[in-house]
């Protein structure tokens, strides 16, 4: 066993057990979810590591991070390819999210040290200063469309504050996130530091009610995200929510169209559309819009669906066979309520033998789509473009802004009065000018409306994982009124 990862009982091995992970239709692993023992085990355990770990200075806390972001660094390509197994993403996606996770280690790593207080000086020479400190144990609960890249997000600024963190990955994807806290011991953290339960909804109540987790944050869907809100109010724990969203892209007819087709493709297809901040609603201004879908229904129709382990793959197979049924429930709905279909929608069956049972699903754009379609109100989470045509741009805001969502946004114009206008007014936690998907890890990430609050990445993150205290220091007498 290795302390850092799950505890015996909850590690992911060979025993016959209800949750099992499949892949093109076989069993990756079994695993045995955590109990109430095992989860209050691995609370208590991460508390021990916390009182070694925020002793520490932010300098030796770097160091250690800095030495994990390295080993993700070496590791990269096998992670990686466990990562596609763990989730059926391409591999060429596969190793930039593993970059993006060993970043987000060094550029917390980076901050650790310079996490400081205030001083503010008070009449007679008393004064006060703050501290910033660490909540304790935090829990992370994860989705399966990012698995490595979420523990990293999660953990990489928790660590830096001086927290410790029990991680729970989804029980689609139990893989990954046991590598990282292998290489988290590997690095010097001290044991119990980052702790891996597995497990589903069960596991995950039962972290939220521990009453020595202080912090809960959670990446996944809404309905799901309130019910953690709920179970933390009873503790009085902070709560970061990373939900979904049904985000709007909108092109102007004034845009490069070369950029604006590159990025409604980056807003829908990534990791066959399984991705929360994607821009599945895509505003063309009327004008462009014959252009506009030529060329966007040519590229989607050559985009190489199939072994995601090949390099020449740019999309695999969907999470699960319930969640292609629900994909392929949603497009076979649209076409009920009036769209067309330009392109994929289908199950796609590739010709090596051993990948028939795959989830895979082709890639898709829907025409003629109005604003009260389901396939246009509601997250579908599959590789399925809505496009709407617009006229103006107080008619595209209003109608961009007409959803309970606001986890991203997106605009291509070449009128830069117009790009930052349209930022300003959308109603959402990112708004991306000329491009879409982009994640660098100095940037805060994080929704409006019900898709969540809380930040992941860039500075503002340390003020989720942490607390201020203030000390009030008199250097005079006690003035008292009794
Ligand atoms: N915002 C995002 O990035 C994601 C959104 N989704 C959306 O959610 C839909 C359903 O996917 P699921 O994996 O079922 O999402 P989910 O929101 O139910 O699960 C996310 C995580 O929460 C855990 N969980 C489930 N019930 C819980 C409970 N009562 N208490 C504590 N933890 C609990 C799960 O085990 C998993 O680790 C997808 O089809 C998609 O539309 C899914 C994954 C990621
Ligand atoms: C696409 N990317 C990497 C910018 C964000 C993914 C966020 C998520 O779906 O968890």
Redesign the pocket.
Known sequence: MCSQTALPSCNVFNACTPLSVLFPGRVLCDMIPCGEEEVDEAIKSAHSAYLKWSKLSGMERARIMLEAARIIRERRDEIARAEVANNGKSITEAQVDIDVAWQCIEYYAGIAPTLSGQHIQLPGGSFAYTRREPLGVCVG?????YPFQIAAWKSAPALACGNAMVF?????TPVTAVMLAEIYKEAGVPDGLFNVVQ???ET??L??HHPMVAKVS????V???K??ME?AAKGVKQVTL????KSPLIIFKDCELENAIKGALMANFLTQG???CNGTRVFVQREIMPQFLEEVVKRTKVISVGDPMCEETRMGALISKP?ME?VLGFIKQAKEQGAKVLCGGERFVPSDPKLKDGYFVSPCVLDNCRDDMTCVKE?I?GPVMSVLPFDTEDEVLQRANNTTFGLASGVFTRDIARAHRVAENLQAGTCYINNYNVGPVEVPFGGYKMSGFGRENGQVTIEYYSQLKTVVVEMGDVESFF
Not at 141 to 145: D, L, Q, S, V
Not at 218 to 221: A, D, P
């Open positions: 609960i994860g989705a399966w469309n729970k990955p989804s029980p689609m497990g589903g909804a995950g109540g972290l939220c959670f990446t996944g869907s309905p799901t995200g019910k953690v179970m990373e939900l979904g969203g399984e991705v929360c969640h629900k997250e989470f």
